[in-house]
């Protein structure tokens, strides 16, 4: 990583498409100036390993290309089976003694070997009493962090931030949202094979947590079940009506055995959250959930009345200003929920 007073571009890499975002600063707002997405080939990348990198090194390109895009610093994040975020609370120590301290902790609490991640770490919070430290550890396996790194490098830009999907989230909530520092607020994002869960107190990370299921679920279910194609199981579980007539309304009882797959592994997060944040824990007060699973038809509904808390769709421009004759506003709302982590990722501008 260098440092430069040039901005960045957020690039998105999922497991089903690429999302780039682009926004300039000015007089403590933030504008849209570029935004683009494209799908991907199936099975490009599998289980968060990138298994065609041409095609998306290809992808990139054409985002880029297709949306006059100039800049050519990239910001990315990483998340899945290869990234342990860790909160700790440690001794009061000097700096120095952080960064001894944390080689030490990162050994016993990273299930790899040490020498084969990257490691990060960041002081959340200092106890009014001097006694304690809570520190972030956040680590990821460095072949993950090449993959990535390679294929942004071989489609012409240059990688200088790499991210971690639920923090590129936490940026875009912020932007956008203004949270108050009492609210506790949980960020869903659903992609296509994973599914980020971030706790949210006011500004401060309190739990994260990758799950291995997502919008693919759906559509392999639909698929399997209805003998669709992938492209008519995708229209499906978003609320379209096929060509032959069949109603998402047919397939509810499919589409809410999925969603309740995905409600069981939110309640786990939920319930382990509240095992391991003391008696003082906060009770959620809303969740948003982002990712392109976030429109599937019924959703969050189904969450809201779960849960028993509001659930509502991310809106990752809505504290962020647009050129109505540039951009189209019914596009943008289309695609918002899609572009929360992108968003977030350009958030990162005039950090390098």
Not at 69 to 85: D, L, Q, W
Not at 115 to 124: F, G
Not at 180 to 190: G, N, P, R
């Amino acid at each position: 990583m260098f440092f430069s007073k040039k901005g960045v571009v957020g690039v998105d890499i999922g497991s089903s498409s690429i999302k780039a975002v682009e926004l300039k600063s000015g007089r403590g707002r933030h504008e849209l100036v570029s935004l683009g997405m494209v799908d991907l080939q199936s099975d490009t990348i599998v289980d968060g390993q990138i298994m065609d990198g041409n095609h998306v090194s290809d992808s990139i390109n054409r985002i880029f290309r297709e949306q006059g895009i100039r800049t050519s610093y990239v910001a990315t994040s990483v998340s899945g089976h290869s990234v342990i975020v860790k909160k700790l609370t440690l001794p009061m120590m000097t700096d120095e003694e952080l960064e001894e301290q944390i080689q030490w902790e990162a050994e016993q609490h990273i299930p790899f070997d040490i020498n084969d991640v990257n490691l990060y770490h960041e002081i959340l919070e200092k106890k009014p009493d001097g006694s304690n430290i809570d520190v972030l550890l956040v680590a990821c396996k460095r072949d993950k962090v090449a993959q990535f790194t390679q294929v942004i490098s071989h489609s012409g830009k240059v990688p200088v931030i790499i991210d971690v999907d639920a923090f590129a989230l936490q940026n875009a909530y912020e932007a956008n949202y203004q949270p108050q520092t009492d609210m506790t607020v949980a960020l869903l994002d659903i992609g296509a094979s994973v599914m980020n869960i971030n706790i949210v107190r006011g500004n401060v990370s309190i739990f994260t947590r990758d799950v291995s299921v997502g919008g693919n679920h759906y559509t392999d279910l639909l698929q399997k079940e209805l003998n669709l194609t992938f492209e008519e199981a995708e229209a499906l579980k978003r609320g379209a009506v096929l060509e032959n007539g069949m109603t998402p309304d047919e397939v509810a009882p499919l589409i809410h055995s999925v969603s309740e797959i995905l409600g069981m592994e939110i309640q786990k997060t939920l319930d382990f959250y509240r095992s391991t944040s003391g008696p003082d824990i906060d009770n959620i007060d809303r969740m948003l959930v982002s990712g392109g699973s976030a429109k599937i038809a019924g959703l969050t509904d189904y969450l809201a009345d779960r849960f028993g808390f509001p659930v509502e769709m991310f809106d990752s421009f809505r504290n962020i200003r647009f050129n109505n004759k540039k951009f189209d506003k019914e596009y943008l709302q289309e695609v918002s929920p899609n572009m929360a982590i992108a968003v977030g990722l350009a958030l990162r501008n005039g950090e390098i």
